[in-house]
């Protein structure tokens, strides 16, 4: 397989870097102090097709497959994690799901608005006492009429408080019981539909996370994604493409702490020499190199499969799982080249160091990645 960036590629590369030095990267260490989620970025990320990468032409989206994708969310993330996180989310899950799984004219309704990020998506799987167990969901949703009556909470949900749109996978049937849950979608401003709490995060603060609170949210039966009790299923395929984003994620994040720690080791003297001639640092740099290549091929293996309609389960957790131990690794390595300079604000690293860690939790952490990785070998 050749994974040489392709002409479509190479633009996006440059395209982000241009738009990053000019609205991004001045802005990071402010956003990140103050918790800032900065909606008017998304808008303009929009504008350059990047907030509907995925989506067919014909909903008003780039049209691109998932070597593309992976290229946008990876250069994003060498500039600043928080914002390569929410342009991940939106793309991948929300707008992934419907995607995936809408009628023709929920596609119709929702694409176009998703991907021009005239609204941000969010979306909710994860319950205060279902992390891992999401079979265990307590969220409920019973059917009245023509309308279905949604009550519970869901919490860790990037955009809980922001997003204009949610999908929302809630109980339908028995606890425990893969076809028990089905999948909604819930628009902002919905009577019983609001944001609760959001998290004071270690990284990733750009990015918004909260609860999504749901107090006998009505909504029409339309909004049903599928079928009834197809919810679950649903959301295992959408995290196999959602764990090739936290992939890509993770490797821009290593790549970015892996640049500015080289830039540095070439610049910072000791002994009247750079630091990187010496051995001690040199090795370091090697090992992150050869793992950041390592992590980006498993990821580009992913994303291709996954563009030629194959079967990924297996392929995104492995990429999940390795390039986000890689990005922690790296980001680690980086700040102890940079010594106590890594410790400080005033240098990139301190802050791929914290928004790291995200990497291998969210979208299932590393021990659920082997677990996955694990049950598809020995099938």
Not at 2 to 24: A, S
Not at 137 to 143: Q, Y
Not at 158 to 167: E, F, I
Request: with cysteine; net charge negative.
């Amino acid at each position: 397989m050749n994974f040489e960036p392709t002409e479509t590629q190479r633009q996006i590369t440059q395209v982000i870097r241009d738009f990053g030095k000019i609205h991004i990267q001045p802005y990071v260490l402010e956003w990140d102090e103050n918790q800032t989620f900065p909606a008017p970025l998304f808008k303009q990320l929009g504008e350059l097709g990047l907030m509907g990468v995925l989506v067919p032409e014909q909903y008003g989206g780039s049209g691109l497959g998932y070597l593309e994708y992976v290229t946008v969310i990876s250069e994003i993330a060498k500039i600043c994690g928080a914002i390569g996180l929410s342009v991940a989310a939106h793309n991948s899950l929300c707008t992934g799901h419907i995607l995936q799984f809408g009628s023709e004219e929920q596609k119709q309704r929702y694409l176009p608005k998703l991907a021009s990020a005239e609204w941000i998506g969010a979306w909710g799987l994860t319950e205060p006492n279902t992390g891992s167990d999401a079979m265990n969901m307590k969220c409920v949703a019973h059917k009245d009429g023509d309308e279905w009556v949604i009550n519970g909470t869901k919490c860790w949900i990037t955009h809980g408080k922001s997003g204009d749109v949610a999908v929302v996978i809630a109980r339908t049937g028995n606890v425990r019981d893969s076809h028990g849950m089905s999948a909604f979608v819930v628009e902002r401003g919905t009577p019983g539909f609001s944001g609760g709490k959001k998290e004071n995060k270690l990284g990733m603060r750009a990015s918004e996370t909260a609860e999504m609170i749901f107090d006998n949210c009505r909504i029409p039966a339309a909004n049903m994604l599928g079928n009834e009790g197809e919810g679950f299923i649903q959301s295992m395929k959408v995290l196999d493409g959602g764990r090739i984003s936290i992939a890509a994620l993770s490797l821009g994040i290593a790549k970015g702490a892996y640049e500015a720690a080289l830039k540095y080791a070439q610049e910072r003297h000791q002994f009247d020499k750079p630091i990187a001639s010496f051995q001690g640092i040199s090795f370091k740099l090697a090992d992150m190199a050869t793992e950041i290549m390592a992590a980006e091929l498993l990821t580009m293996q992913a994303a291709d499969t996954k563009t030629r309609g194959g079967v990924v389960t297996q392929q995104a957790a492995m990429a999940k799982y390795y390039a986000s131990e890689v990005a922690v690794k790296t980001a680690n390595e980086a700040v102890q080249i940079f010594g106590g300079y890594g410790y400080t604000k005033d240098f990139p690293v301190e802050k791929f160091y914290r928004d790291s860690k995200l990497c291998t939790i969210g979208e299932g952490t590393s021990e659920i990645q082997k677990l996955v990785i694990a049950r598809e070998a020995l099938k």
